[in-house]
């Protein structure tokens, strides 16, 4: 089905502001904020849950790897190439950032206690093991950690799913960092 990449002046009247503040903020418009466009509801949700999520007691590296958890999991083509050039701008470590990217465990007991959780959270639906909570204490977070895991897998949720829908291309600047799920290609 084809999804409109909307600019501030084909957008409905409620989006036009926001397209204008995500150009202001990133000097262009991304995809997925312009195909989100269609509903003003979705994209200000999006965008507002994406500013809270950003002021959770999580680390800006910590924050990256639950979203790259997540988009691995959703096999989202979109987020996975956007957030590893968000990565980089960010000074993710390389070997981090490839471990991510592949899905594998990352070398960091404390981080890999995080990725495993946010994985297991979002490919489990939710319904994971005392086990794996009590992993996750034993790195040294807190239940708060639990609950910014799961505002993280609604943030992600919507944009995982919205560019399932819409198919949506990757902008110009993320194709450096295009992906598609290792072994997805085998199945």
Known sequence: M?????????????????????EAKYKFIPN??????????LLDAYKTIGDIYARTDLSVLERQVVLMAIN??????????????????????????????????????????????????????????EADMQALLDAGYTRRTMQEVILGVSFKVMSNYMNHLAETEVDAGFQSMLWTKPGADAA
């Open 32 to 41: 997925l904020h312009a195909v989100m466009a269609e509903s003003p509801a």
């Open 72 to 129: 691995f999991e959703n096999e989202c083509h979109y987020c996975m190439a956007a957030h590893s050039v968000i990565a980089q701008m960010e000074k993710m470590p390389e070997e981090i950032l490839k471990a991510l990217r592949a899905g594998e465990p990352l070398a960091d007991a404390r981080l890999e206690a995080l990725r495993s959780f946010a994985a297991k959270l979002t490919r489990q639906r939710g319904w994971v093991e």
């Open 2 to 22: 084809d999804f409109t990449v909307h600019t501030p002046d084909s957008a409905p009247q409620d989006s036009k502001a926001q397209l204008e503040d995500s």
